[in-house]
């Protein structure tokens, strides 16, 4: 079992900053690829970042990218997403995952197995 606690969500207005993070525990940290996706309401989960075991490869999806970061620091079994340049349609909850398995598409929900309780991001405008 992977433990995922996410932070460092909050209000804040267009333009603005957040940093989130994700806090693994429970299994080796660097065995995992891991992700961020966000929900917001009425919508289905979506795919936002993820980034591979050695932190070499990151992918993201379209409307973030140039605004967005996904790191990670396997020392502290933490992962990162960083978030500039906010917009109103980047309010959501976001959630933290983690993937076991070396094979399939990454940027779908179902690649991963462990998930964190989410933390809820908030655009003004």
């Known amino acids: 079992q992977v433990q995922l606690v996410e932070s460092g969500g909050g209000l804040v207005q267009a333009g603005g900053s957040l940093r989130l993070s994700c806090a693994a525990s429970?299994?080796?940290?660097?065995?995992?690829?891991m992700g961020w996706f966000r929900q917001a309401p009425g919508k289905e989960r979506e795919f936002v970042a993820t980034?591979?075991?050695?932190?070499?490869?990151?992918t993201y999806t379209d409307s973030v990218k140039g605004r967005f970061t996904i790191s990670r620091d396997n020392a502290k079994d933490t992962v990162y997403l960083q978030m500039n340049n906010l917009k109103p349609e980047d309010t959501a909850v976001y959630y933290c995952a983690a993937g076991a398995s070396y094979y399939g598409d990454y940027r779908s929900s179902l690649a991963y197995d462990y998930w964190g309780q989410g933390t809820q991001v908030t655009v003004s405008s």
């Open positions: 980034v591979s075991r050695n932190g070499g490869t990151t």
């Open positions: 429970g299994r080796t940290f660097s065995n995992y690829i």
